[in-house]
């Protein structure tokens, strides 16, 4: 075991771990922070997708100690500080940009990080960020009408369900 | 996963010291390593991880041409190289998606050596110079096969020194479902001749095309590839395509790579 410390969402934790204790499994079962699914546990479906010093990273392909001292944010951070939903997960909610829900908080995410360095994104930039993320119940369509909607754009172009 | 113990130096010299410990590994990015790992296909004993050595990253202009830190991620170099190799940070922008590209490092995947991996094409085209705390190595001489390189154990990859070429391009064929190339082309001109390396078709590894070589130095245009034709025999055959289906793709990419380049 050793000693970790970060920040998670502004606030500093430490806790002792194991060498192989994933940073997934580090929010969900140290820090209790369960919004942080594990899909496929393999790097393929970025349900587990976190932001590291603002970078998003598949959370089951860190290990929790390669990543002291960084800044975490995570679902559980995206809301506004009154508690109302953030202007992108306002967006999923409007464009029905979910159905069960288990690969929304990577979607979130992602689409987060991708608004940070491009405001504006074109349908096309949308889809090629999100490659990383699976959904296996929307077709997607409705995940790039919300990214494009919180994006401020006009949805209208995108193709229909 | 079997546990292990994590160590995290900051400098080459102490990295070096870890990794003289049995059933020490070097761990960078992670991004194969770690699912590897998952899987028991791997165990190491200790993890002396990259990610922490400053003196290993970035991307700047140097002697011999564009230096790249090999403990940089791929997204960093898409971004930081963009104004010297395009090529290459068009390359980086590629590999993988998002979250991979955050992590995942150029010397990590130089040093894995996949067969499918993007950057080993890169490198080999470019006759880039791979540089290890202990000497230099050109990339004609690296690459060795399949998931094999002229590093030793314990011997890690520092920096990568890519001269830049006039005109360059990667063009590559994703399979579709884990993103990895089944064919990918980087073609490099420089002014004393043409480079071409092919990535994600042989069972060798990345390869040069020496007949497209000497093709295209004589005229740089897709159409002088017309009459050449890549062996499908020792090309990686599976479910996803044959080898005389990648032998095929890589002379289709081949010809996009040199019109992207133009």
Not at chain 1, 151 to 157: E, F, Y
Request: a negative charge; aromatic letters at 6%.
């Amino acid at each position: 075991m050793a000693k970790v410390s970060m920040t998670v969402n502004g606030k500093t934790v430490t806790r002792e771990v194991e060498g192989r204790t994933l940073l997934s499994t580090f929010l969900r079962e140290d820090l209790g922070l369960t919004g942080t699914h594990i899909g496929c546990d393999t790097s393929q479906c970025g349900a587990c997708t976190v932001h590291v010093d603002g970078q998003q990273v598949k959370g089951c392909t860190v290990f929790a100690l390669d990543v002291d001292g960084a800044d975490i944010r995570t679902i559980e951070g995206m809301a506004n500080k009154d508690g109302s939903l953030s202007v992108i997960q306002q967006a999923f909610q409007d464009h029905h940009g979910l159905q069960c829900g288990f690969c929304t908080p990577g979607m979130v995410m992602a689409a987060a990080s991708l608004l940070a360095v491009n405001p504006k994104p074109t349908e096309a930039e949308i889809r090629h960020h999100l490659e990383g993320n699976l959904c296996r119940c929307t077709g997607y369509h409705n995940i790039v009408k919300a990214v494009m909607a919180a994006s401020g754009q006009d949805v209208g172009s995108i193709a229909a369900e | 996963m079997r546990d292990f113990e994590f160590v995290k130096p900051a400098t080459v010299a102490d990295a070096v010291k870890a990794l003289a410990a049995d059933g020490a590994q070097p761990l960078s990015g992670g991004q194969t390593l770690i699912p590897t790992m998952k899987q028991r296909l791997n165990t190491p004993e200790r993890l002396v991880s990259l990610t922490g050595i400053a003196e290993m990253k970035g991307v700047c202009k140097g002697e011999g041409g564009l230096h790249v830190g090999a403990a940089t991620p791929h997204a960093v170099v898409a971004r930081d190289a963009a104004a010297y190799y395009p090529a290459l940070a068009a390359l980086a922008g590629g590999i993988g998606d998002p979250a991979v590209r955050s992590r995942g490092t150029i010397g990590g995947s130089l040093a894995n050596n996949d067969p499918s991996a993007c950057y080993p094409s890169a490198a080999l085209a470019s006759g880039a110079t791979i540089v290890t705390n202990t000497r230099k190595i050109a990339a004609d001489d690296y690459f060795q096969g399949l998931f094999s390189t002229a590093l030793e154990e314990g011997e890690i990859i520092t920096e990568v020194r890519f001269p830049i070429p006039e005109k360059a391009a990667y063009v590559k064929f994703n399979q579709p479902a884990s993103r990895f190339a089944l064919a990918g082309v980087f073609v490099a001109k420089f002014s004393g001749g043409v480079r071409v390396a092919i990535t994600g078709a042989s069972n060798d590894g990345v390869f040069r095309w020496a007949e497209a070589e000497s093709a295209l130095g004589a005229n740089f245009a897709p159409s002088s590839l017309e009459g050449l034709n890549l062996s499908g025999d020792d090309m990686i055959s599976d479910l996803h395509g044959t080898g005389a289906y990648r032998a095929h793709l890589a002379k289709v990419l081949t010809k996009r790579a040199v019109i992207a380049a133009s």
